[in-house]
């Protein structure tokens, strides 16, 4: 046996097993009940200790609730969440926001406008670790220098921060907690492309110092790819591809896949998109039968209109779930 065939397996920051989310629709008065959305449809997989695994898609394609789920801001439909091999179910949430935690989109929406920073900062460090207040100011002084922030910032209020300076707070909440999962729900979207490097910069060291697992979402395809090790790909609430960052992007296996990395502006390309870039979504009250990229896909054949593709191995460490894969 070799020396890699004896190596153990990476430890698991996180395990999914058919999680998904259906929102009921009720009918009225005079209307029958419609059967609901399904916003996520069931999806397992796993992510190692350390990695940082991207999730992109088009909009209303089910990132932010599948987010919202693993962090237990929305309950699922089904499924099994297990954080640091403890499962989520009926756990107490404190216990789950010291190994969790949820960094949001809109960096100064997510401060509440009338606590200062200091109080913004203390409030998970009470809930969540019950700490003194010597122990307190110790912990935020750590953090805020970790994250370029001045000690004078902490007695003023979200309002009187640039976006740059708003996120660098978000990102210092999140860190008080001391979690081994955070979740980037588009965190530099909002901000000026000279002041994303730098926040991409700091997330990435930040990572490497406290040994920290990230969950990054994001529509932006280069920062996406830049950033992470795996990248999983939704579509219609399911996940249709899923690889390592250098293939999934490079040579795509779905053609949905191919369709978002073809439509991402480029510098020095022209201002194209394929004609399936402008087909219309399925309707989510009324979703069609078979593979929901069927309508926009130019391999399409009868068996994807009828038949859902399962996820399945297309190479190593590759997924994607196609009838007919490029």
């Known amino acids: 046996m070799s020396p890699l065939d004896s190596a153990p397996a990476p430890k698991l920051a996180l395990r999914v097993e058919n999680l998904s989310k259906t929102f009921p629709v009720g009918g009225g008065l005079f209307s029958r009940a419609r059967p609901g959305v399904r916003a996520v449809r069931p999806v397992s997989f796993e992510v190692p200790e350390g990695e940082t695994l991207g999730i992109v898609g088009e909009s209303g394609c089910g990132k932010s609730t599948f987010a919202r ?20 179910d009926n756990a107490d949430p404190a216990a789950f926001g010291r190994l969790i935690q949820y960094m949001f989109q809109d960096p100064i929406s997510s401060l509440n406008p009338r606590k200062t920073i200091r109080q913004i900062m203390e409030a998970p460090l009470k809930l969540l670790h019950g700490m003194d207040k010597p122990a307190r100011a110790a912990r935020i002084a750590e953090i805020f220098a970790s994250v370029n922030l001045r000690q004078e910032f902490l007695d003023r209020y979200p309002h009187e921060f640039s976006g ?20 980037l729900d588009e965190p530099v979207s909002a901000l000026d492309v000279s002041v994303q490097a730098q926040v991409l910069n700091l997330m990435a060291r930040l990572k490497a110092e406290f040994g920290l697992t990230y969950l990054f979402i994001s529509h932006d395809l280069a920062v996406v790819e830049a950033v992470s090790d795996r990248i999983m790909v939704l579509y219609f609430g399911s996940v249709v591809e899923i690889g390592r960052a250098e293939d999934v992007f490079r040579a795509p296996r779905h053609p ?13 390309r022209p201002l194209t998109a394929p004609e399936s870039a402008a087909a219309e979504l399925p309707d989510p009250l009324d979703p069609p039968p078979g593979c929901p990229f069927a309508g926009r896909c130019p391999r399409v054949t009868d068996r994807c209109r009828t038949e859902e593709p399962p996820l399945e191995a297309m190479g190593d460490q590759h997924l994607a779930a196609c009838f007919h894969p490029l």
């Open 69 to 88: 789920m693993l962090v237990g801001l929305l309950e699922p439909t089904t499924g099994h969440i297990e954080i640091a091999g403890k499962a989520l």
């Open 164 to 183: 740059g300076q708003a996120q660098r707070i978000g990102i210092a909440r999140a860190l008080a907690a001391a979690p081994e999962i955070i979740i």
């Open 256 to 268: 949905y896949t191919r369709l978002l990395a073809s439509s991402a502006p480029v510098v020095g």
